[in-house]
């Protein structure tokens, strides 16, 4: 028998790309519509020693090399801006809760771990639009 106190708990994956902001909306959208979800954001960083490469955009770059907390800083900085875009736009708060999670190195294992820490009910993700011949060689992330 499922517990009817436990949150209702979306996972996205965010990589900053066009595809991945509209699954993060999506997510907001999706955690809206119960009175009781969490929406849990993550973004898997490549690391190199103590530094990690952030695909985020700072300061007019398209890739940093930075320090595993400051990664995380930056993205909980995304993550709380999120919020607050969706709010803006539907003037309304998406759900009581929204956690920013960093993860590093192999991308779907570490979206799929923590959609299985959590025991999420659902995953979102974007996709990059590949179809046909070069999504058979290519594969689809």
Known sequence: MADPN???????????????????QRGFELAAER?????????VVQT???????????DGSALSVLTIREARARF????????????????????????????FDAIADEIAQLAAD????????GTHGRRGVSRVLLGSS
């Open 48 to 58: 190199y020693g103590p530094q990690v490469t952030y695909d985020m955009p700072l």
């Open 118 to 125: 959590l025991e999420a009910d659902l995953v979102v993700v």
């Open 76 to 103: 909980k900085t995304y993550a709380d801006g999120a919020v607050q875009k969706f709010t803006d736009a539907q003037q309304r708060v998406p759900c009581a809760r929204v956690v920013a999670h960093v993860r």
């Open 6 to 24: 436990k949150p209702y708990i979306i996972v996205v994956g965010v990589d900053f790309s066009p595809a991945s902001e509209l699954a993060v």
């Open 35 to 43: 009175s009781n979800a969490e929406l849990h954001l993550v973004n």
